[in-house]
């Protein structure tokens, strides 16, 4: 999510405001463009591909309902914008959508607009999401089509999890037997005995060694990478 410009900001302080939003959802063959003021838009002089130019179907601002972002350790959670009043969907239209081939992972984006009590817009585009689609449902009503997609942020998309654990660190640190010990202790059945590094018995310290001066634990090594 961007931040807004000056007169967008400025125009969220007005009694009445009509937010308008734009949706491009990158489906192979067939991109679908709409906004929510109910008549066709083609903007112009943005300097964004994905906005300059391009027709956006109009459809009712009644009919669209766009959940928050919301930011997380991770990153921004996934958002799912659902579109209704869309035209009927033919029969080719339709296998597009039920086949994910067609959307999954391709480009997504959502802004919106303010216009005044006058429908005048105020402002510029503020970019409110950018992603993959994850996500799509679709299905038929009195209105038209509706259209639930979700849509994840690329660094989401990108960042796969890598499963290790620290069970995984004997593998880039040899010797570190820590995680070993954490399972033995937590089993109650860690005797004190050491392998790997600092393995030898030989004098020094308590206990001939294998005692550190906290029972008969052996120091922890940490990967200091």
Do not use: C
């Not at 509706?146 to 994840?152: A, K, P, R, S, Y």
């Not at 005995?193 to 030989?202: E, F």
């Not at 206990?207 to 906290?214: E, L, P, Q, R, T």
């Amino acid at each position: 999510m961007s931040l807004p410009d000056a007169a967008y900001s400025a125009a969220l302080d007005e009694p009445i405001i009509k937010p308008v939003w734009f949706a491009f959802l990158d489906f192979v063959g067939d991109p679908v463009r709409a906004n929510t003021s109910g008549h066709d838009v083609t903007p112009s002089g943005y300097g964004d591909p994905d906005i300059d130019g391009q027709t956006f179907v109009g459809i009712s601002g009644e009919l669209v309902s766009v959940s928050p972002v919301k930011i997380g350790p991770g990153g921004s959670e996934t958002v799912t914008a659902q579109l209704s009043g869309i035209p009927g969907l033919d029969d080719d239209e339709i296998a597009l959508l039920n086949d994910p081939a067609n959307w999954r992972s391709r480009d997504a984006r959502l802004w919106n607009i303010i216009r005044n009590a006058a429908n005048v817009q105020q402002g510029g585009f503020h970019s409110y999401y950018t992603g993959k689609m994850v996500g799509l449902s679709h299905s038929g009503s009195g209105e038209g089509q509706i259209l639930t997609v979700t849509i994840e942020s690329y660094l989401g998309v990108f960042s796969e999890p890598s499963n290790r654990t620290y069970l995984d660190q004997e593998r880039y640190d040899p010797g570190d037997e820590s995680a070993r010990a954490a399972i033995a202790i937590a089993n109650g059945n860690y005797t004190g005995a050491r392998t790997g590094y600092g393995a030898s018995g030989g004098g020094g310290g308590r206990g001939g060694g294998s005692d550190n001066g906290f029972g008969q634990f052996p120091y922890p090594r940490f990967n200091k990478h």
